[in-house]
DNA sequence: ATCCCTATTTAGACTGGCTAAATATGAAGT
DNA sequence: ACTTCATATTTAGCCAGTCTAAATAGGGAT
């Protein structure tokens, strides 16, 4: 099966971010991580597409970032710590109920392979 | 709920096109039919995604098109009559053990709504 | 010194669904 | 006749959002 990305993750990335946030608040490669880890190696998601979705939702008021304070014990640049908001939390609630609403209609649609 | 269209058809659309299809040639209009009827009104498809969609599964060899003949009882212009070819409806096939996929692995990082 | 892994940024390309309007035609109503 | 309506197709240009690709940054390991 061909990794999921691009086109496919149209209007599902942000739902997705929300939700690996609920786990707790996390910096910009460790969402990644965290989907990448969730979607099992079937998800294919690029840091061009992951930076620019985190600064939308945070542009929405869905999540709040802070630089992290600098531990001088560890390697690499600053990380910005991303968590919920109430409002990201009830998007992401509505976001599962589209959810459902999306695998019916479509999968509906699309009908049995048989 | 609102209703689905937009970046959320996108990578899907043609699937949707091939399965209406399977159910016998039709025309364009017909397609469209077919759809927002299988969709119960939670689809919003429109002719200029449908047309150039149907114009890329010919390129692609997943479809054939024909002029109908022209029957001078019945109004509006002539109208293009597509089917399946063999190769669509192995592609078809194809595209549903990829939503059952996209399925598994998006639904699956989403988890559940409680 | 150099390489590697972590971490972020961002300019530009590209895909594909949408907007919107034009074009075509016969039936039905006035 | 004329208008209106429903059917049916076409297509130029728009735009959101994912990807490509490269730059930037910094500490640890060899």
């Given at each position: 099966m061909g990794p999921i990305g691009g086109n496919a993750l149209r209007?599902?990335?942000?739902?997705?971010?929300?939700?690996?946030?609920?786990?707790?608040?996390?910096?910009?490669?460790?969402?990644?991580?965290?989907?990448?880890?969730?979607?099992?190696?079937?998800?294919?998601?690029?840091?061009?597409?992951?930076?620019?979705?985190?600064?939308?939702l945070e542009a929405a008021g869905l999540v709040r970032a802070a630089w992290e304070d600098g531990a001088t014990d560890r390697r690499g640049p600053r990380r910005r710590i991303y968590h919920l908001t109430p409002k990201g939390t009830r998007r992401l609630a509505a976001a599962r109920a589209e959810w459902q609403h999306f695998v019916t209609t479509i999968g509906g649609i699309l009908g049995a392979p048989a």
């Open positions: 209007g599902h990335l942000e739902s997705l971010i929300l939700s690996s946030l609920e786990r707790g608040a996390a910096h910009g490669f460790e969402v990644w991580r965290r989907l990448e880890a969730a979607g099992s190696g079937a998800l294919r998601l690029k840091e061009g597409s992951l930076y620019p979705a985190l600064y939308r």
